[in-house]
């Protein structure tokens, strides 16, 4: 089993920035891909970024490409999520999910640990 907590939603207005940090305990965190997804009310859960289990790929949705960045730090048991340029779309509950696989997965389903959300909140 592998925990995650996920820590870093707010309020901010349009163009401001967040950071988003996943704590993950139990199993070694080293051996998953990682990877932040978010849902909006009445929308579906999509794909935002994801990590390989080394750091060295990453991955993006193309409406956050050039805005948010991932990252991973294995000795801290901890990915974040560097948000900036936040737009009003971009409001949802945001997830952290763990994955066993190397590379970092665009279907939602096919990760085997999740977070329990943190809400992001964009005003215009």
């Known amino acids: 089993q592998v925990q995650l907590v996920e820590s870093g939603g707010g309020l901010v207005q349009a163009g401001g920035s967040l950071r988003l940090s996943c704590a993950a305990s139990?199993?070694?965190?080293?051996?998953?891909?990682m990877g932040w997804f978010r849902q909006a009310p009445g929308k579906e859960r999509e794909f935002v970024a994801g990590?390989?289990?080394?750091?060295?790929?990453?991955r993006y949705a193309d409406s956050v490409k050039g805005r948010f960045t991932i990252s991973r730090d294995n000795a801290k048991n901890t990915m974040y999520l560097q948000m900036n340029s936040l737009k009003p779309e971009d409001t949802a509950v945001h997830f952290c999910?763990?994955?066993?696989?190397?590379?970092?997965?665009?279907?939602?389903?096919?990760?085997?640990?999740w977070g329990q959300g943190t809400q992001v909140t964009v005003s215009s």
């Open positions: 990590i390989s289990r080394s750091g060295r790929t990453t």
């Open positions: 999910a763990a994955d066993r696989a190397v590379q970092p997965e665009f279907n939602p389903s096919v990760y085997d640990y």
């Open positions: 139990g199993r070694t965190f080293s051996n998953y891909a």
